[in-house]
């Protein structure tokens, strides 16, 4: 297992930016979400000191679909990000943590009324409307409360970057955006730009999430930016605000080869100021929206081995107190993650296991053969890069209450998220 920074061996024993791991079982519980705060407060400033211009603002929202809750979304605004939000769950809770509305970008393919009504109450800086169906609705509720909305139309670049199927999000025949090949664009931004209590700004674009290719980012870069002067030409319209979405891909395992983040975002925003300048295009603010990368490889995810069982095929089974219940992503994208065990860091790892989890459902699995040293009953059992879309995907299948959530830093820990119990399972049940 790739150790990230923060994480250190002593002893034979894993510690997460100074705090061991077995102690984190002994005052928790397993399973447990553990997250480096530095490792958080890291990323979110390789994003702001690099993707910066003097051309134009740039802005960094944080897309909190990878992991919402009060005290994530809390570093992120001190660390001067804004925010991305696509449900009246994730207006509330930026709101609950202090986030400045002004910085927050409301997303979706289908808003309700009731959401957009929320936001628009609540003061969401501005929202990216994905089709026809939204901005008179929105116009409707601004007339109502007297307000003029920001907004930026989510467009669709047609372009195929080499990811995951289901994680692909500009394809053709995709269901977000409008795609810049047809035609009928053109009478849609005349429309939208004609509401009085609109004020249109620009275009959204994201083309998919877990990204290697960086020509992928800046292609979708040229295609906006030409269409952007397309519009500015045809409809007389000027184009402020480009925000180019998330998508950077991270390390899961030794397969993936994510680029250096720091320079990556120094060429993409040298990329962005050329192609602006060939496109003669006058930006006021160019916006990025990172989810993975900003929190991915702070969290792991923590384990205590129950049984370990052969097959009569051969497959040697580890079976931990958790599984897809509170990280789905193998069962729905075959993901590929790392793991250790926590306690038997400097023994050799000589057997391939199947870590599997405690569902009823032969897919529960988490980590296809990995290599393990001997693994026992009460082994503690570690996965890496769980930080990202596993809580905030996580459910209660099998009743299986969700995981609190811990945050480490310089040698000591905090609740950041309780733990359910078996209570809060009933909460709603009549
Ligand atoms: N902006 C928009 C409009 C998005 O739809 C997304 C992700 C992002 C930003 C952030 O993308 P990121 O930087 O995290 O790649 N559940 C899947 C990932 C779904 C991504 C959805 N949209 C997974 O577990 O891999």
Do not use: W
Request: contains cysteine; proline residues 2%; negative net charge.
């Amino acid at each position: 297992m790739k150790l990230f920074n923060g994480m250190n061996v002593l002893n034979g024993e894993l510690s997460i930016s100074g705090v061991r791991v077995g102690d984190l079982k002994k005052k928790y519980r397993t399973p447990l979400y553990i997250y480096d705060e530095n490792l958080l407060e890291k990323q979110c400033r390789i994003f702001i000191n690099n993707f910066k211009s003097s051309k134009f603002k740039t802005e960094i929202l944080y897309a909190s679909k990878a992991f919402s809750c009060l005290e994530v979304l809390r570093i992120a605004s001190r660390e001067g990000l804004g925010v991305d939000v696509v449900s009246l769950g994730e207006i509330y809770t930026a709101i609950k943590s202090g986030f400045d509305m002004s910085k927050a970008y409301f997303h979706g393919n289908n808003k309700t009324l009731e959401e957009l009504a929320y936001a628009i109450e609540v003061g969401v800086g501005t929202i990216v409307l994905d089709n026809d169906y939204e901005y008179e609705i929105i116009n409707e509720i601004a007339k109502k409360n007297n307000k003029i909305i920001d907004v930026i139309l989510r467009i669709n670049t047609g372009i195929d970057a080499h990811t995951h199927e289901y994680i692909k999000t500009a394809k053709d025949d995709s269901k977000f955006g409008y795609s810049v090949y047809d035609d009928t664009i053109f009478d849609l931004i005349d429309d939208i730009n004609r509401q009085s209590h609109l004020n249109f700004l620009g275009f959204h674009s994201h083309i998919g999430s877990q990204i290697f290719e960086e020509s992928s980012f800046f292609e979708a870069v040229k295609v906006v930016m030409e269409f952007s002067k397309k519009v500015q030409d045809k409809l007389n319209i000027v184009i402020k605000v480009l925000n180019f979405g998330g998508g950077f891909g991270v390390y899961y395992t030794d397969a993936d080869k994510p680029f250096e983040l720091a320079e990556f975002l120094q060429r993409f925003i040298k990329v962005i100021e050329e192609e602006s300048e060939n496109f003669d295009l006058n930006l006021n603010k160019v916006i990025i929206e990172p989810g993975r990368s900003l929190v991915c490889n702070a969290g792991s995810t923590l384990y205590t081995v129950g049984g370990v069982k052969k097959t009569f095929a051969g497959r040697e089974y580890v079976f931990v107190d958790g599984g897809m219940a509170d990280n789905p992503r193998y069962a729905l994208y075959k993901a590929e993650y790392e793991a250790a065990i926590v306690n038997k860091m400097d023994k050799e790892k000589d057997t391939v296991y199947t870590i599997a989890g405690k569902c009823c459902e032969s897919g529960d699995m988490l980590v296809m053969d990995v290599k393990l040293p001997k693994v026992e009953s009460g082994d503690l059992l570690l996965i890496s890069s769980t930080g990202a879309y596993n809580y905030s995907m996580s459910s209660n299948y099998n009743r299986l209450p969700k995981l609190p959530v811990v945050f480490v830093k310089n040698g000591s820990s905090r609740l950041v998220v309780k733990g359910e119990t078996v209570e809060d399972l009933l909460r709603n049940d009549i």
